[in-house]
């Protein structure tokens, strides 16, 4: 790591805390405007070498007085983060991230630079400028809080505020992390996963992957930082931490199951493309919640469980229903060693999973080893599995949470947790259906990469396109004008549900004075499109449509085609000929040599919508053509 000499500002590398004799002093900031980075440190220091002078006297404000400030505390060697690493080195920056703790945890003296507090001795007031200050938003500066022995805070003139220590009641109170962590009176291990989280839950960084990078060093993990990797960055750190912890409040976040409601008795719905539908959060703001949750032994998760359900140790082995089951003092069991493994399916797991099934779905709740200190209530995930309507067999894989609509059709409320003791009613729909066994089980840790799963024939289902927003622009360099605006923009999305829904755009062309109309329908859950011209269908290029539709085509060029006659023309032939479905690439072309429009359709990202591309071609519609039509006209004109 380089180092800022604090009585000239020069850089020095030293390969570790341990080779910088006498200690160093380290600086916490928010980054600002025109920060000077290692590079222009550098260029500065090679221009002030050939003509001579002092380089502390030349760097920014914020460098300088901040080495006035070590070298006046006895310190001859600085480091900050925005001059000491050469970010032009990925290797470099990695190694500076995976380290930073280290040295923060090992430097002498750590500055708290609260450039936006002015000194002041009303620190604790509710409206004080300390408890606003932005250092106190940002993800990077609660492991700068955490790490070092000694913290001076220091106001925007560079006077010392106040230590961590001596301010730690107050410093809990502004960021939830408490005051024997702070004192290293308990170390920061023996706090809770799903606590840790949520000291970060209301924090902010610039790069979305440095919500991850950031608490590397709280959880003790190292991992490799790839910038540019979104959210996938955060779902590797837990993913770490799984490997290095037992503590299960990791997946303690979301809402919990309200007491006394029965899911199978409230109208619900189920996707596996909620981010709420896997294993592991997907941002640090998904534990805001849950800073209450605390890990417990498994042996008392389980008896709590038994007990709540009624169950005794044989009951337990062999699966058997509570309410058939004579209770007993025996009540433990014998409790299987819960693991965690990371697959391609999910993350596998072997855990007390309460079950009822019903309809379609199997609902279930794991028991998990923690327990809420706000309620006193002991959480299990809440899970589903879904039975395949083709063959029956129940898919291997878990989702998590599920939906629960109320009487507004906009009140959609998601739950991915639940309380233990109250399983047995929200499980409950029939006097059959509830069990309770140690299972090995798969639950889904990232959405699916494919598709969702191809909707049965007759079942309701919507379809959803927009047009390209370059589209109007380019239509008008061939001629041609739309009749309407054209959606373009999400939440503008022409939707057709139910049979026979259809929808029709027109584009006219202004000099020939005659129209191209495009018809998109929904007809048995198939989308279909084709394309008439002035009223009558465009025929089929040969090649882009499959043969038996040809005779189909010939006999709807009639004179006029309205609205009705083609919705009940494709709706009463099922999927119809020009079912979208079955479209080579999404795209066909409607026309001839003269005049042919190629439709494609698009899916966009999520899968919910399509694009619609709309080209004209044909000899009548070129650019060219039109041109020398109009200079031919001109001529004529002059001549007469």
């Given at each position: 790591?380089?180092?800022?000499?604090?009585?000239?500002?020069?850089?020095?590398?030293?390969?570790?805390?341990?080779?910088?004799?006498?200690?160093?002093?380290?600086?916490?900031?928010?980054?600002?405007?025109?920060?000077?980075?290692?590079?222009?440190?550098?260029?500065?220091?090679?221009?002030?070498?050939?003509?001579g002078?002092?380089?502390?006297?030349?760097?920014?404000?914020?460098?300088?007085e901040?080495?006035?400030?070590?070298?006046s505390?006895?310190?001859?060697?600085?480091?900050?983060?925005?001059?000491?690493?050469?970010?032009?080195?990925s290797?470099?920056?990695?190694?500076?991230?995976?380290?930073?703790?280290?040295?923060?945890?090992?430097?002498q003296?750590c500055?708290?630079?609260?450039?936006?507090?002015?000194?002041?001795?009303?620190?604790?007031?509710?409206?004080?400028?300390?408890?606003?200050?932005?250092?106190?938003?940002?993800?990077?500066?609660?492991?700068?809080?955490?790490?070092?022995?000694?913290?001076?805070?220091?106001?925007?003139?560079?006077?010392?505020?106040?230590?961590?220590?001596?301010?730690?009641?107050?410093?809990?109170?502004?960021?939830?992390?408490?005051?024997?962590?702070?004192?290293?009176?308990?170390?920061?291990?023996?706090?809770?996963?799903?606590r840790?989280?949520?000291?970060?839950?209301?924090?902010e960084?610039?790069?979305?992957?440095?919500?991850?990078?950031?608490?590397?060093?709280?959880?003790?993990?190292?991992?490799?930082?790839?910038?540019?990797?979104?959210?996938?960055?955060?779902?590797?750190?837990?993913?770490?931490?799984?490997?290095?912890?037992?503590?299960?409040?990791?997946?303690?976040?979301?809402?919990?199951?309200?007491?006394?409601?029965?899911?199978?008795?409230?109208?619900?719905s189920?996707?596996?493309?909620?981010?709420?539908?896997?294993?592991?959060?997907?941002c640090?703001?998904?534990?805001?919640?849950?800073?209450?949750?605390?890990?417990?032994?498994?042996?008392?998760?389980?008896?709590?469980?038994?007990?709540?359900?009624?169950?005794?140790?044989?009951?337990?082995?062999?699966?058997?229903?509570?309410?058939?089951?004579?209770?007993?003092?025996?009540?433990?069991?014998?409790?299987?060693?819960?693991?965690?493994?990371?697959?391609?399916?999910?993350?596998?797991?072997?855990?007390?999973?309460?079950?009822?099934?019903?309809?379609r779905?199997?609902?279930?709740?794991?028991?998990?080893?923690?327990?809420?200190?706000?309620?006193?209530?002991?959480?299990?995930?809440?899970?589903?599995?879904?039975?395949?309507?083709?063959?029956?067999?129940?898919?291997?894989?878990?989702?998590?949470?599920l939906?629960?609509?109320?009487?507004?059709?906009?009140?959609?409320?998601?739950?991915?947790?639940?309380?233990?003791?109250w399983?047995?009613?929200?499980?409950?729909?029939?006097?059959?259906?509830?069990?309770?066994?140690?299972?090995?089980?798969?639950?889904?840790?990232?959405?699916?990469?494919?598709?969702?799963?191809?909707?049965?024939?007759?079942?309701?289902?919507?379809?959803?396109?927009?047009?390209?927003?370059?589209?109007?622009?380019?239509?008008?360099?061939?001629?041609?004008?739309?009749?309407?605006?054209?959606?373009?923009?999400?939440?503008?999305?022409?939707?057709?549900?139910?049979?026979?829904?259809?929808?029709?755009?027109t584009?006219?062309?202004?000099?020939?004075?005659?129209?191209?109309?495009?018809?998109?329908?929904?007809?048995?859950?198939?989308?279909?499109?084709?394309?008439?011209?002035?009223?009558?269908?465009?025929?089929?290029?040969?090649?882009?449509?499959?043969?038996?539709?040809?005779?189909?085509?010939?006999?709807?060029?009639?004179?006029?085609?309205?609205?009705?006659?083609l919705?009940?023309?494709?709706?009463?032939?099922?999927?119809?000929?020009?079912?979208?479905?079955?479209?080579?690439?999404?795209?066909r072309?409607?026309?001839?040599?003269?005049?042919?429009?190629?439709?494609?359709?698009?899916?966009l990202?999520?899968?919910?919508?399509?694009?619609?591309?709309?080209?004209?071609?044909?000899?009548?519609?070129?650019?060219?053509?039109?041109?020398?039509?109009?200079?031919?006209?001109?001529?004529?004109?002059?001549?007469?």
């Amino acid at each position: 790591m380089w180092l800022l000499r604090t009585a000239t500002a020069e850089l020095q590398y030293f390969n570790s805390p341990g080779d910088v004799k006498g200690g160093y002093a380290i600086l916490s900031h928010v980054w600002q405007e025109n920060e000077q980075s290692f590079q222009e440190l550098q260029t500065l220091s090679t221009k002030l070498d050939a003509r001579g002078g002092v380089l502390r006297a030349c760097v920014s404000a914020k460098i300088r007085e901040c080495c006035i400030l070590a070298q006046s505390h006895g310190y001859e060697w600085l480091w900050i983060d925005t001059c000491c690493i050469d970010r032009t080195s990925s290797a470099e920056l990695s190694e500076a991230i995976n380290s930073m703790y280290n040295w923060y945890a090992r430097a002498q003296v750590c500055y708290a630079f609260l450039y936006d507090v002015p000194p002041s001795r009303d620190l604790a007031g509710r409206d004080s400028a300390f408890r606003k200050s932005k250092w106190f938003t940002r993800g990077w500066t609660l492991q700068e809080l955490i790490a070092p022995r000694c913290l001076l805070f220091v106001a925007q003139d560079w006077s010392v505020i106040g230590t961590k220590a001596s301010m730690a009641p107050l410093l809990e109170d502004i960021t939830g992390v408490g005051a024997d962590v702070l004192t290293f009176r308990r170390d920061v291990g023996d706090v809770s996963v799903a606590r840790r989280m949520w000291w970060a839950s209301s924090r902010e960084t610039t790069r979305l992957e440095d919500e991850a990078y950031c608490l590397m060093g709280i959880f003790g993990v190292h991992m490799a930082t790839i910038y540019g990797e979104g959210t996938r960055a955060f779902q590797r750190l837990q993913e770490e931490i799984l490997r290095r912890t037992s503590d299960q409040t990791l997946f303690a976040w979301g809402n919990v199951l309200p007491i006394r409601t029965a899911p199978f008795r409230e109208q619900v719905s189920y996707t596996s493309y909620h981010h709420d539908s896997h294993i592991f959060a997907p941002c640090p703001a998904a534990f805001y919640h849950s800073g209450n949750m605390i890990p417990v032994p498994m042996e008392r998760a389980v008896k709590n469980a038994m007990k709540a359900l009624g169950i005794t140790r044989w009951a337990l082995l062999q699966g058997t229903q509570p309410a058939n089951v004579p209770k007993s003092r025996d009540v433990t069991g014998n409790i299987p060693l819960p693991d965690f493994m990371v697959t391609s399916h999910g993350v596998r797991a072997r855990l007390l999973v309460v079950e009822s099934a019903a309809r379609r779905f199997t609902l279930a709740i794991a028991v998990l080893s923690c327990r809420d200190t706000a309620t006193g209530a002991f959480i299990g995930l809440l899970l589903r599995r879904r039975v395949d309507r083709e063959t029956g067999l129940k898919w291997p894989r878990y989702h998590v949470g599920l939906t629960v609509h109320g009487q507004k059709q906009w009140l959609r409320l998601r739950y991915r947790l639940a309380q233990v003791d109250w399983a047995r009613h929200a499980l409950s729909f029939n006097t059959a259906g509830i069990s309770a066994r140690w299972q090995r089980l798969y639950i889904s840790h990232r959405p699916p990469s494919r598709s969702p799963h191809p909707r049965a024939r007759g079942e309701e289902e919507a379809f959803r396109f927009v047009f390209p927003r370059w589209l109007a622009v380019e239509l008008a360099k061939e001629g041609f004008k739309p009749d309407a605006k054209l959606p373009t923009k999400r939440g503008e999305e022409q939707k057709l549900t139910g049979k026979g829904s259809i929808a029709t755009f027109t584009f006219t062309h202004e000099r020939l004075r005659e129209d191209i109309r495009i018809h998109v329908g929904l007809c048995n859950n198939s989308p279909w499109a084709t394309a008439t011209w002035s009223g009558r269908e465009l025929p089929v290029v040969p090649g882009t449509h499959p043969p038996a539709s040809a005779a189909l085509h010939r006999k709807w060029r009639s004179p006029r085609i309205t609205t009705k006659l083609l919705t009940r023309h494709c709706c009463d032939r099922g999927y119809g000929p020009d079912s979208i479905r079955s479209w080579p690439n999404g795209s066909r072309i409607f026309g001839d040599a003269q005049r042919n429009v190629q439709l494609t359709f698009t899916r966009l990202n999520g899968g919910g919508s399509h694009l619609l591309d709309v080209k004209v071609g044909g000899s009548v519609y070129c650019t060219r053509t039109l041109r020398t039509l109009a200079r031919c006209m001109s001529t004529v004109v002059l001549r007469r």
